[in-house]
């Protein structure tokens, strides 16, 4: 487990089977924040707001300089509020329980999608405005540009679905502990597959958490 500081594009290429450190710097992110499910509607609102607002920055910005980057990966920042909850995800972190009992209609979540440069507030704004003009999206009315630089984190890949994560999650804490650190801050995760196009035992998901010196 080395520390690395990187770009946003080498971080997205995580080892199978490692568990890696890397220092993550500032970017720009389109966010969206909300509770429930993944998959319900409230979230599913956030990620068409959130894809529609991207791709628009990028035609727009093609439009202006001729060339545009990517559209990145969608991700997720999970928590919760209640400490029962709170008992079942440290469990699940420590390898000794699974995410089948928690209530996942009470998770908290904070979807986004990275920004890279020159994309800016105004010219999010900008397609924020063009989006409302073309659908009716209820999430572009909770969307916003923040600047956020998550620091030294832990990761790794999980391949598999999204609910046999329980493993994965141990297996990052466990690697925590064992190079001296803690957990801080929310569990992160970023999608690489696409679950409308992938059998869910192919879809690849980098499981995140920030963290601290013991």
């Known amino acids: 487990m080395t520390a690395i500081a ?5 971080l997205l290429k995580v080892r199978e089977g490692a568990v890696d450190i890397v220092d993550v710097p500032e970017f720009g992110f389109v966010a969206v924040t909300g509770t429930g499910e993944p998959g319900g509607a409230e979230f599913t609102e956030a990620v068409q707001a959130l894809y529609s607002v ?3 920055a990028r035609f727009r910005l093609k439009k202006i300089t001729g060339q545009a980057p990517r559209v990145m ?3 997720g920042l999970w928590w919760v509020d ?3 909850q709170q008992d079942i995800g440290a469990a699940v972190a ?3 329980a699974t995410l089948a009992g928690s209530a996942r209609g009470s998770w908290r979540w904070q979807a986004l999608i990275m920004q890279p440069d020159p994309v800016d507030a105004e010219l999010i704004a900008a397609a924020t405005a063009e989006a409302a003009r073309r659908k009716d999206l209820p999430g572009l009315a909770r969307l916003e540009y923040i600047r956020w630089a998550e620091g ?7 391949i598999g679905p999204y609910a046999a994560e329980a493993p994965s999650i141990a297996a990052l804490h466990e690697a925590i502990a064992e190079a001296g650190y803690r957990p801080r801050g929310r569990h992160h ?3 690489l597959g696409d679950p409308r196009r992938s059998a869910p035992e192919k879809l690849r998901t980098i499981i995140r958490h920030p963290v601290e010196p013991v």
Request: charged share 25%; proline share 7%.
């Open 82 to 84: 209640d400490p029962a």
């Open 54 to 56: 991207s791709y628009g």
């Open 94 to 96: 420590r390898g000794e």
């Open 152 to 158: 030294r984190c832990a990761q790794l890949l999980h």
């Open 6 to 10: 990187t770009s946003y594009e080498s």
């Open 189 to 191: 995760e970023i999608y």
């Open 73 to 75: 990966p969608l991700e």
